[in-house]
């Protein structure tokens, strides 16, 4: 597994848990409760990247936050965990299942649920698979045509 996209998910989950107020902040609880050295410069990068956005607390503090916008920022997001997370890809009949590194499984299948892939009848990741039901075997192949395709342009 990268150590990017262990970083980006971390900063995701810190994000979505902590009140952060500066990339300081952020660097220093990566370092702290994560153990992952980087820099501010870093931050920056994975900050933008995140497209995390500072919000109000309505008393003229602001802080970090995953929050929805409307310009498709969180479904960006998303899509960055995904495509770090992936391995490999492959289906049987109507099951397409995707290979992820060790424990990114669960935020590369809340990612993919956001991904509107057609024909998706439900999704179920464990630590490092995701198993994806569809509603035909032709769907399911579709669907492991376009991650595979994902996974070459890596």
Do not use: P, W
Request: include cysteine; charge should be negative.
């Amino acid at each position: 597994m990268s150590i990017k996209s262990v970083r980006l998910q971390k900063i995701m989950e810190l994000i979505e848990h902590n009140r952060i107020d500066t990339q300081e902040q952020l660097q220093e609880m990566l370092r702290e409760k994560e153990n992952i050295q980087t820099t501010q410069a870093t931050i920056s990068r994975d900050i933008k990247e995140l497209g995390l956005v500072k919000i109000s607390d309505g008393e003229g503090n602001y802080y970090y936050a995953l929050g929805r916008r409307d310009d498709g920022n969180l479904e960006k997001r998303y899509q960055a965990v995904f495509v770090q997370s992936l391995k490999s890809v492959d289906y049987a009949g109507h099951i397409t299942c995707i290979r992820c590194h060790t424990g990114m499984a669960n935020a590369a299948c809340a990612a993919l649920d956001t991904m509107g892939f057609a024909g998706v009848v439900g999704t179920l990741a464990g630590d490092d698979t995701i198993f994806v039901l569809m509603r035909s075997e032709e769907q399911a192949k579709a669907m492991t045509e376009q991650i595979s395709n994902i996974l070459q342009e890596r």
